[in-house]
């Protein structure tokens, strides 16, 4: 396994296009992939998202999120969104529990421009009273919507199920008591203490053209039960099904599952949007932009007592995380599924 890695490793001037990352002065790093296109995705990926919030004001990175394109010192909400739509751009934005990300898709040859507005947003945001008014009342409709996703729901449901008593068992959206109390200072008092340098990548994929310019310098950042359903969602971490993974997996099933890893892998990253995204999370998450070649060299190295290995680590006569909602008359007893995570061995 090591030899493999190794040898994608020495490779890694063969994975054209190369990932070329410099860390500013403030520790913001900006990593950046040139592909020739004539569009380009650029983004901020924070190391900042619900799992950094408490009791108090879970809820407060999405809700910042919300707050992004309301308008800056420089920007009203008006010039901001025509400027964008003048370039021809689109500018979006999502929160996690792990991370929040600002990113914009334009012509290469505004990616400068798209930079510029994006550093504007993370430091010079008014968090206007009206506009916090006006979003308090748009989340507060988001989360109604949410709770008609049972796919939503349920995950929900499982994290706090898993994560029980801890930041990550909360939702990204927060109680609604909490959205309805939050306020400017608690923007603030967020920005100030997650949307640190070391924490953001300035990410871009497509035509682009690795560089630093001032404009991203961000010196600031120094300073259930539910009747009426028809169906049911039930999520359960760890089966009887998955039990067959530490005793008969085969060599066939192996290959397969590998084959279609990879090949997922390949059509993720097409496009500029989805190898920005993998670049600025893989930045947070590993402090380096992992090649392809030896990406699939870790896959290739997996083999049958791998897998079972790691099941008969991680799943192996562990006790599930079971959520559920609709009507689970259906649903078996906890014990009947907790007995199926384990065999009686001769």
């Known amino acids: 396994h090591r030899l493999l890695v190794t040898r994608a490793s020495q490779q890694v001037a ?28 650029v983004g901020l990926w924070i190391d900042a ?16 999120e919300h707050m992004a394109f309301k308008g800056t010192r420089k ?5 901001l969104e025509l400027e964008i739509e003048n370039m021809g751009a689109h500018l979006n934005a999502y929160t996690s529990r792990e991370q929040t990300v600002y990113y914009a ?31 308090r009342g748009v989340i507060l409709r988001e989360m109604q919507e949410v709770e008609t996703n049972l796919q939503e729901v349920v995950f929900d449901y499982l994290h706090a199920t898993a994560y029980q008593s801890t930041a990550l068992g909360r939702t990204i959206l927060g109680p609604t008591e909490n959205i309805k109390t939050i306020n400017r200072g608690d923007l ?3 920005i100030t203490t997650h949307y640190k340098g070391p924490r953001i990548v300035l990410a871009a994929a497509g035509g682009t053209e690795h560089g630093v310019d001032p404009c991203i310098r ?5 300073t259930l039960h539910s009747d009426g359903m028809v169906s049911a969602h039930v999520h359960v971490e760890g089966s009887k099904l998955q039990m067959s993974l530490c005793t008969s997996v085969t060599d066939s099933e192996v290959a397969r599952a590998k084959n279609l890893l990879k090949t997922n892998m390949l059509l993720h990253l097409d496009g500029s949007t989805p190898i920005c995204e993998d ?13 392809l070649l030896e990406l699939e060299a870790r896959i290739d190295a997996i083999d049958v007592k791998t897998i079972k290995d790691v099941c008969t680590k ?12 609709g009507p689970i008359e259906q649903l078996p007893d906890y014990n009947q599924i907790r007995n199926g995570m384990f065999w009686m061995r001769s």
């Open 49 to 64: 998202g619900s799992r950094y919030e408490n009791e108090r004001n879970n809820g407060t990175a999405h809700f910042l």
């Open 75 to 79: 920007r009203s909400q008006l010039d």
């Open 14 to 41: 063969l994975n054209l296009p190369e990932t070329k990352v410099t860390t500013l002065e403030n520790g913001l790093r900006v990593a950046s992939e040139d592909s020739g296109l004539s569009t380009c995705t």
């Open 218 to 222: 961000f010196p600031s950042l120094d």
């Open 188 to 190: 603030v008092d967020y």
């Open 105 to 135: 898709k334009a012509f290469s040859k505004d990616l400068p421009r798209a930079v510029e507005i994006l550093a504007d947003i993370i430091q010079n945001s008014t968090l206007g009273q009206a506009e916090i008014e006006r979003e």
């Open 314 to 325: 991680y799943i192996f006569d562990k006790a599930p995380a079971i959520a559920a909602v």
């Open 279 to 291: 670049i600025g999370r893989q930045m947070l998450c590993y402090s380096r932009r992992i090649p």
